[in-house]
């Protein structure tokens, strides 16, 4: 079965330090799709890749995927206060599989 | 937002009893999933479906059952609860690009 790997699983940032999560796949992904999750809440969908080397952002969020599919990495521009929560990388073998986790990576936002 | 609500929202319960969750979804997808949340486990498959009457188990099934009779509720049971599935339980849908859309959570607590 497939298993993803988050690191680190914990990150502590000042506020406007740039960061980077990373997410490792046992196999080779049909796609990779990040989630972020506030204390408490449900998960927020971000960003799917699906193409070897696919880099796509949104505001000041980043995510890219190896040409390998089989690692990613969200990097995060100008940290803020809004961006502390739980980051989630989930997979799927196939468009029809459902979507594995990795355990996640709590990010908080220090000012 | 994906039209998904669960309810109930929070659920203190006794061990031994019966417990139904639903999850209702608004705009007619095929696929549905019930994942359970616990530190340190991340977010586990418990059963999903694609169809009205058509389900699979996924990697944490026992002591669950789920059915489908219509397309917008896929209903989750506990039989007998135990305090092992104390737990947050989200349901989630499968989106056109195949990405997952999450509701808001039931928070289980078995006494």
């Known amino acids: 079965s497939q298993e993803l790997e988050q690191s680190p699983q914990s990150l502590i940032v000042q506020e406007g330090k740039n960061l980077t999560i990373n997410c490792t796949s046992s196999?080779?992904?049909?796609?990779l799709y990040w989630y972020k999750q506030k204390y408490g809440e449900g998960l927020i969908f971000l960003m799917m890749?699906?193409?070897?080397?696919e880099e796509k952002s949104h505001e000041k969020i980043t995510a890219k995927l190896d040409e390998k599919k089989q690692q990613s990495s969200l990097h995060i521009t100008a940290s803020q206060p809004s961006h502390a929560g739980i980051y989630l990388c989930?997979?799927?073998?196939?468009?029809?599989?459902?979507?594995?986790f990795g355990k996640g990576t709590r990010l908080s936002v220090i000012a | 937002d994906a039209g998904i609500t669960q309810s109930p929202r929070h659920k203190v319960t006794e061990t031994g009893t019966p417990v139904t969750l639903r999850c209702h979804q608004t705009?007619?997808?095929?696929?549905m999933y019930w994942y359970r949340q616990d530190p340190g486990h991340g977010l586990r498959l418990i059963h999903y479906?694609?169809?009205?009457?058509?389900?699979d188990k996924g990697e944490v099934s026992d002591g669950y059952s789920v059915s489908r009779s219509k397309t917008e509720d896929f209903l989750l049971t506990l039989e007998s609860a135990t305090s092992s599935q104390t737990s947050v339980y989200f349901c989630?849908?499968?989106?056109?690009?195949?990405?997952?859309?999450f509701g808001p959570g039931t928070r289980l607590t078995v006494t």
């Open positions: 989930g997979a799927d073998a196939s468009g029809n599989t459902p979507l594995v």
């Open positions: 196999k080779t992904l049909y796609g």
């Open positions: 890749l699906q193409k070897g080397g």
């Open positions: 705009e007619n997808h095929r696929y």
């Open positions: 479906s694609y169809g009205v009457k058509d389900t």
């Open positions: 989630a849908i499968k989106g056109p690009t195949y990405e997952q859309y």
